[in-house]
Nanobody, 127 residues
């Protein structure tokens, strides 16, 4: 069983920055692909960004390219999402997800790829 926990959400003014963190706890080292999704009330969960377990490949939704940066620290089994130039439209609950091997069952942006999900952290961007 993998426990995924997000942190770092909060309230920020438009144009500001936040850094989200995600920790995946496991008993042994297992490489995970990790992803970030977000959701607002009444809408489907939306892909934001993803990173391969090796850190070598990253993926971004068009709406966040150039503003968000995903990274990871495998020593800590953690992933991070640096968010800059935030807009009110970025307001959502942000979820971190982990995909254990075997990988590539689904594309990085497909929520079905990920077996383990955190509880989410609220990001609110005021205008």
């Amino acid at each position: 069983q993998v426990h995924v926990v997000e942190s770092g959400g909060g309230l920020v003014q438009a144009g500001g920055s936040l850094r989200l963190s995600c920790a995946a706890s496991t008993r042994a080292f297992i490489p995970y692909d990790m992803g970030w999704f977000r959701q607002t009330p009444g809408k489907e969960r939306e892909f934001v960004s993803a990173i391969r377990w090796s850190g070598g490949d990253t993926y971004y939704a068009d709406s966040v390219k150039g503003r968000f940066t995903i990274s990871r620290d495998n020593d800590k089994n953690s992933a991070y999402l640096e968010m800059h130039s935030l807009k009110p439209s970025d307001t959502a609950v942000y979820y971190c997800a982990a995909d254990p091997p075997p990988f590539d069952r689904y594309p990085a942006g497909d929520p079905r790829k990920y077996d383990y999900w955190g509880q989410g952290t609220q990001v609110t961007v005021s205008s």
